[in-house]
């Protein structure tokens, strides 16, 4: 087992093949959710996983799971998956690489005739992006009970086309409930999507926390008035005291170790330049992988915009209309064993964008495993990663699938 390796080739191929469903000019693909496209690459998965041996289950909102059985059929298996949507304009390898790299590691068993001590699941979310059907991460989120199935099947895009409807109309509107699956643990594959591994010329990312995120609406509540007859000591400038915000905004995230701030959007009132602005709207953005962190830069932000208040005389009106809270990888320590035991050099590392197992953490020990990506580029046409690169993600996830497997099964000896 130790000697055990995928077949780089073999993944490549299949990356190339499936990144031509739905391939753009500029060499990326566009295969947006429920269309007849995620059905042609959700078509070709399955007979895949069928070739090598598994049975396939589809849930009740288009999660896949193709099952190949192990010593013990009893015991939790392990699971591995990503997503085969993309956006309008992705690459060929965000989700995609995931999914196909746990093809590989299914097929490289099959081939091998390895019977491994619990059974293993390779599976498909559905909705991953976002961006067809909101949220993003939908099947993983629905599956793990964060979200409601009947509201969520009832989603429309932007023509008004339901979700359920699209599922049932390509043929993967499952029976299986939600949560279903008797697993013990997942991994996921996934490049990394930044340029942290690429700078520090690591191969492996150990991923060990997901990012939290605080959500805000700001409103700053001033008095317009005229900008050449109104001295400056009795002005309620709100453009002034949003200023003062924003900057802190970038100090707060300067503050903290891994910390990332943003205000991304505004709107001033009444925007005109001789008079001195009376409402200003704008978003904050606060991140951060540690939770007590995160919760100190969101204490910093409110007791900033009240002394701002105080001080420049007017209101300012904090909103944190939504919190998703850090992950906390539990499994990981199976994947760093397995990048040390096949010699790969690796960095702990935490993830900046949402994934499925970040909400597959809610239920059972979950690891992530980063690969690098050139010049950290992903959600654009031009995302790519080496074959040697992809090979060496697919070899730690074989290895951590085997160990977590081995380990499941003798957790259950005793
Ligand atoms: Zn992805």
Redesign the pocket.
């Given at each position: 087992m130790q000697e055990l390796r995928i077949n780089e080739q073999r993944l490549w191929d299949s990356l190339m093949q499936m990144g031509e469903i739905g391939a753009t000019a500029k060499g990326g693909c566009n295969r947006l959710a429920g269309t007849d496209l995620d059905k042609q690459a959700r078509d070709l998965f399955v007979s895949w996983c069928k070739e090598a041996g598994c049975d396939i289950t589809v849930d009740k909102i288009g999660n896949i799971f193709a099952r190949r059985p192990g010593k013990n059929n009893d015991l939790p298996a392990v699971g591995t998956g990503?997503?085969l949507d993309t956006q309008p304009t992705g690459g060929k390898f965000?989700?995609v690489f995931?999914v196909l790299s746990g093809v590989e590691v299914l097929r490289t068993l099959h081939e091998q005739n390895i019977e491994t001590p619990t059974a293993m699941e390779f599976s498909v979310w559905t909705n991953?992006?976002g961006s067809r059907f909101q949220p993003a991460m939908q099947g993983s989120g629905t599956y793990v009970g964060r979200f409601d199935l009947a509201t969520e099947l009832d989603k429309t895009d932007v023509n008004g086309i339901r979700l359920g409807d699209e599922l049932d109309r390509i043929g993967y509107l499952g029976e299986a409930d939600m949560g279903s699956r008797h697993l013990g643990a997942f991994f996921e594959t996934?490049?990394e999507?930044g340029p942290i591994l690429e700078d520090e010329d690591k191969m492996i990312g150990v991923v060990r926390l997901g990012q939290g995120i605080r959500w805000y609406n700001i409103e700053v509540e001033g008095r317009p008035s005229h900008s050449g007859t109104t001295p400056m000591h009795l002005r309620k400038d709100a453009m002034l005291a949003a200023s003062l915000i924003v900057a802190e905004i970038e100090a707060i995230a300067l503050r903290h170790d891994n910390g990332l701030g943003t205000v991304g959007f505004m709107q001033v009132y009444p925007n005109s330049r001789n008079t001195i602005p009376g409402n200003i709207k704008f978003s904050g953005d606060l991140r951060n992988p540690v939770p007590e962190v995160l919760a100190t830069m969101h204490e910093e932000l409110l007791t900033f915009c009240d002394k701002v208040a105080e001080q420049k005389n007017l209101t300012i009106n904090v909103d944190p209309f939504w919190y998703f809270a850090p992950v906390e990888f539990n499994a990981s320590n199976d994947v760093k064993a397995a990048a040390e035991k096949l010699g790969y050099s690796h960095m702990d590392i935490y993830a900046g964008?949402g994934?499925?197992a970040c909400y597959m953490a809610d239920l059972v020990p979950t690891g992530m495993i980063f690969t690098p990506c050139l010049n950290g580029i992903?959600h654009n046409e031009a995302e790519y990663s080496s074959p040697e690169q992809c090979a060496a993600g697919a070899n730690v996830l074989l290895h951590t699938m085997l160990e977590a497997s081995e380990r499941i099964a003798n957790e259950f000896k005793k």
């Open positions: 990503s997503h965000d989700g995931g991953e992006e996934h490049i999507q964008a994934h499925d992903s």
